[in-house]
């Protein structure tokens, strides 16, 4: 069975980093788009960043220049590089693979698989 698992969430205050991990395993993810997406209390889950299978990479406009998103495909794991983090930035982040590998990365109903998700709090 495939599954995605997080991890590396946590604790941090303003300006400072943290680096998400999304483990894959059941199945071979390569050919799968992925992305991290998000969802702040009392909001709706919103998307944060993607990646195709191809490495290309796509931002929300609110992450961009301070988030990076990457993959290592020997490893089956995607990354998330959280810079630069702000209080806004507090949410459940989850990991999401999608085998649409032509459509958009900001479209939550194009994934099919979902990690549990791991907590990250930006205190001010």
């Known amino acids: 069975q495939a599954q995605l698992v997080e991890s590396g969430g946590g604790l941090v205050q303003a300006g400072g980093s943290l680096r998400l991990s999304c483990a894959a395993s059941g199945r071979t993810f390569t050919f799968y788009n992925m992305a991290w997406f998000r969802q702040a209390p009392g909001k709706e889950r919103e998307f944060a960043a993607g990646?195709?299978?191809?490495?290309?990479?796509f931002y929300a406009d609110s992450v961009k220049g301070r988030f990076t998103i990457s993959r290592d495909n020997a490893k089956n794991t995607v990354y998330l590089q959280m810079d630069s983090l702000k209080p806004e930035d507090t949410a459940v982040y989850y990991c999401?693979?999608?085998?649409?590998?032509?459509?958009?990365?900001?479209?939550?109903?194009?994934?099919?698989?979902w990690g549990q998700g791991t907590q990250v709090t930006v205190s001010s």
């Open positions: 990646i195709r299978w191809s490495g290309g990479t």
């Open positions: 999401a693979a999608s085998p649409s590998l032509g459509g958009v990365l900001d479209n939550p109903n194009l994934y099919n698989y």
